[in-house]
């Protein structure tokens, strides 16, 4: 547990330190941390989000019984519904925007300790930044396919968007996967350019 505490101490007090190295028993419980509180605020806001959205379907198809199918069953409840009904959808707006804000500030939280560790394996810290770069990219892109797919439309523009959203997110899968890699690494034992192994 005093290591944990550590870690988290060091990627704070290091936020702005872009030099030095930093080995994987500093970095991972610190990025571990910041990577599952972003995950539990996105989850946070998706619950409400999918629940009101779900009361707005069991309401409709109470009301529009010839428009929706229930499925029900031990442990199961579905609802079908017939046709196309954006009024529907959720608004998703609110989630975008708190996600990008989560992720601006997981970048933040993870910047310098991602590079301090990049560095303890021999690499520059730009190695880092492909990811993000990619993630920005998504979270400009999703919203407007999201918007188009929820309007109903499915014409040449919104099919091309998702062409483009598609290849964003595996560009951004593969480059998270190499930088994973990179993180991931034994320390170099020795002192390299970046300063003495700590």
């Known amino acids: 547990m005093n290591s944990f505490v550590d870690s988290v101490r060091s990627g704070l007090g290091g936020l702005w330190r872009f030099s030095g190295r930093d080995p994987a028993r500093r970095f991972w419980p610190y990025a571990g941390l ?3 509180l972003v995950m539990a605020a996105a989850a946070a806001m998706v619950v409400p989000i999918m629940s009101t959205t779900f009361g ?4 409709f198809a109470l009301a529009h019984p010839d428009q929706a199918t229930i499925t029900q069953g031990p442990g199961s409840y579905s609802i079908e519904i017939h046709g196309n009904h954006p009024e529907l959808m959720p ?6 925007w708190t996600l990008r804000a989560a992720v601006a500030v997981a970048v933040v939280l993870l910047a310098g300790a991602v590079t301090r560790r990049l560095h303890d394996r021999g690499r520059r810290g730009w190695w880092g930044l492909p990811p993000v770069l990619f993630l920005a990219g998504g979270l400009t892109l999703f919203p407007r396919l999201f918007d188009s797919a929820a309007g109903g439309r ?9 062409g483009l959203v598609f290849l964003n997110n595996m560009l951004y ?3 998270l996967g190499l930088l ?4 991931a690494g034994a320390s170099e034992p ?3 350019r970046f ?3 700590s």
Do not use: Y
Not at 91 to 96: A, G, K, R
Not at 154 to 162: I, K, P, Q, R, Y
Not at 180 to 183: N, R, W, Y
């Open 91 to 96: 608004d998703m707006t609110p989630f975008f």
């Open 34 to 36: 910041v990577i599952g």
């Open 195 to 197: 300063g003495p192994a």
């Open 154 to 162: 499915t014409d040449a523009s919104t099919m091309g968007l998702f």
């Open 56 to 59: 707005r379907m069991q309401r």
């Open 173 to 175: 899968l593969a480059s």
């Open 190 to 192: 020795k002192e390299n």
């Open 180 to 183: 994973i890699f990179l993180l």
